[in-house]
Each structure stands twice: as structure tokens, then as C-alpha cells.
């Protein structure tokens, strides 16, 4: 299995604190969000490879931090997109193609999106997701309040815990479950991504990309327990901080 992690946001929300350090690599509880990842990633069996997908600017700080974590078990590889600016980013599901037309990828991959900060660990959630297969499956989290889900893409599963409906920030969401930017693709479902971009040419939000696979195949989800945090402004980062440490 190889894990990727998506790091190509310019974090513009937490200005000044981005200005010249990307958001996974901002310091959560004494240590880079990053780490908080790869320390979950680790205890993954058959893990081969963590490829971290960036963007021009922010290039620099990863192949760093990659050189500081050269003790990892497995390879750490830091794929730029080439994009400078907010603007001409290629979207979440841009970089995930991009990576496809980068590396050539036969394994199951789990899509972590690099800002995903959550206290349970993966080994139940790819347990389910194993059993799933050839299906794809997504982190759900309930965060207990509809009028909050309103940010975020709202999931709706059947009591098989499959994916019946996805909304990406709707107006009036049908129940408080969120994606959590967390995708696994058995390797068997690896060619829907590029499938959905011929098709679609869309590479922006992965919750449109959930919502075409839910419709046209299965889509499974697995609901987190403990706590998630959404890390997209300065006020959000420190109150998770102390949420974290108390």
C-alpha cells in the first residue's frame, strides 16, 4: 500500500502563519501536522511508499522535512505540481491525477488530505475498507451539528454503511456527517480517477469526484470516532491546540 498525502494548498486562511511554511508542516502538539500522519501511516501493514504532493513555493520546507524524517521505514517521496499561486492550483483531484501521470501506481493507495488531524488511528478503518473492495472508501466524522456540516461535504450512508448521498457544502444538509478528506482506493478502483477527469474535467473538490463514483459504483464510508479537527483559520488552529493538549 502506499499513502498519499495531498499538501498543495496554499493555506491563504491562515495568513500570516503560511506565508512562508505550508499548513501540514505548521506545528500541532510539538511537532508538524505532518507527523501526526505518518506516525498513523507507519503501523499500516504492506505500506511501501508516503508521497507527499506539493506545489513550487512550498517544494522547499517538504524536501526539507523529508530529509529530517530520512529515519521513516519506508521511502518519502516529495512530487512538486509546479503551481505558484492560489489560483492556478490544480485541485485536490488535479494533484491525485497528476501523481497517476508521475508514478506508477499498482498498490492500494490511501489519500490523506495533510491538514486531517484525528485522535483514532487507521487500522479499523482499512480493516473495513479491505472488506469493501473493489469499492472505495471514505472517513466520515459526525460532527453533531447540521447548521457546522454547512462548511463542509455532507455524507448520508445507509444503514450498510454505503454512500447514498454527498453534498459538498450544502445550504441544508441532510444529516452532520462530513467527509474527512481520507479515501481509500483498492488498487482493482485506481483508474476512476482519471476516468473522472476525461469525463468531467473537473479537479477541484473531491467531494464532486465522491458524489460521480457514489452515482455511477458503490461508495463506502467508515465513521471516525475520538475527535477531528478542522484546521482552516488562525482561531481554528489555536482552539484545536488547546482542545488537543487539555
Known sequence: MKVLVLAAG????LYPLTKDK???????????????LIDKAVHLKSLSEVIVVTNERFHGPFEDWA?????????????????????????????????FKKKTIKEDLLVIGGDNLFDLGLGQYIECADKNRPHV??????????????????VKLDKG???????????????SLIAMCLYFFPKESLQSIPDYV???QKTDATGDYIRWLSE???????????KWYDIGSIEEYEKAQKDFLS
Open 137 to 154: 472508501s471514505i472517513g466520515v466524522y459526525d460532527i453533531k451539528n447540521v447548521e457546522s456540516a454547512k462548511k463542509f461535504g455532507v
Open 216 to 226: 455511477e459504483d458503490e461508495v463506502y464510508g467508515f465513521t471516525f470516532g475520538g
Open 198 to 200: 476525461s469525463r468531467s
Open 161 to 175: 454503511n454505503k454512500v447514498i448521498s454527498f453534498e459538498e457544502k450544502p445550504q441544508t444538509p441532510k444529516s
Open 67 to 99: 530529509k529530517a524524517n530520512k529515519s521513516f521505514p519506508v521511502p518519502i517521496a516529495i512530487i512538486n505540481d509546479g503551481t505558484t499561486t492560489p489560483e492556478g492550483r490544480l485541485g485536490a483531484v488535479g494533484d491525485i491525477d497528476f501523481v
Open 22 to 36: 505550508p499548513k501540514p508542516l505548521l506545528s500541532f502538539a510539538g511537532k508538524p501536522i505532518m507527523n501526526h
Open 10 to 13: 496554499y493555506g491563504t486562511r
